[in-house]
């Protein structure tokens, strides 16, 4: 197992050197996050013990059950996933450095007063919907800057930059707009000056589309079949999440 992951890696940083050489970037301008859901802990493991270290999950539920099997391993956890109101302190308590889903003021705001509780702040990223679909969740495109704006305003979240899922197709193009999309708003906020807002990182592009995300600005790729093979669910039980719920 640990050869096959250690390949797999191999193969993904390779095409991330080529995608950021075709890009005139510098190759260390990417960052590899793991993306683990129903990733058991031991294969998780194995893929931080080849010395990468940034992983996220997409529920919080998979994020408590791995948390002491991982958590003697050193390694960063981001979270990816739709984050209800209920589960911010389970989250809090599980070392979570970055929630790269922040797409609503209601949550930022609960966030907040948590935080302030525990004495704590949090790097975060605002999520947009750049596909336009009904079933992804995320800012709309025109709510990003404003909600940039009100998040700024409290003092326990670090906004550094923007994540998007993309559209989950086969047309490349039509992904790339997602990407692009992403790339204006983020200059869009830059323009803005809004203070203590950075935008140093897209976070866009998955094992199938991360080369036409690296092209278009992206600093954080987010991959997980391409590592850990394919998953027991299909991707639409994580990323169509129509559900109602906060």
């Known amino acids: 197992m640990t050869t096959e992951i250690a390949d797999r890696l191999q193969q993904i940083n390779t095409r991330i ?39 996220a999950e997409n529920k919080v539920q998979e994020l408590k059950e791995k ?5 003697a391993v050193p390694h960063e ?13 389970d989250l809090l308590k599980h070392d979570v450095t970055c929630l790269q889903s922040l ?17 704590k702040k949090m790097t975060v990223l605002i999520q947009v919907n750049t596909s336009g679909e009904e079933s992804k969740f995320g800012i709309a495109p025109e709510g990003a800057l404003q909600l940039a704006e009100q998040v700024s305003r409290l003092d326990t979240l670090q906004i550094k930059g923007l994540m998007t899922i993309g559209l989950l197709s086969a047309e490349t193009e ?26 140093d990182e897209l976070s866009m592009g998955m094992s199938g589309d ?11 790729v987010r991959v997980g079949t391409a590592v850990f093979g394919q998953r027991p669910t299909p991707d639409s039980y994580y990323w169509n999440e129509s559900v109602n719920v906060r």
Do not use: W
């Not at 991360?210 to 954080?220: D, F, L």
């Open 174 to 199: 039509k992904v790339r707009q997602c990407f692009r999309l992403l790339r204006f708003l983020q200059q869009q906020i830059i323009a803005a000056a809004i203070p203590g807002v950075a935008m």
């Open 77 to 89: 956890n981001h979270f990816i996933g739709h984050l209800q109101t209920n589960k911010i302190k």
């Open 67 to 71: 948390y002491d099997a991982l958590k």
């Open 210 to 220: 991360m080369e036409t995300a690296i092209e278009e600005g992206a600093t954080i």
């Open 17 to 55: 050197q080529q995608a950021c050489a075709r890009s005139q970037r510098s190759a260390d301008s990417v960052k590899l996050l793991l993306a683990t859901k129903t990733v058991p802990a031991d294969r998780i493991k194995t893929a931080l013990e080849t010395g990468h270290t940034l992983i």
């Open 103 to 119: 797409d609503r003021p209601d949550l930022a705001e609960k966030l907040h007063q948590r935080l302030q509780l525990e004495g």
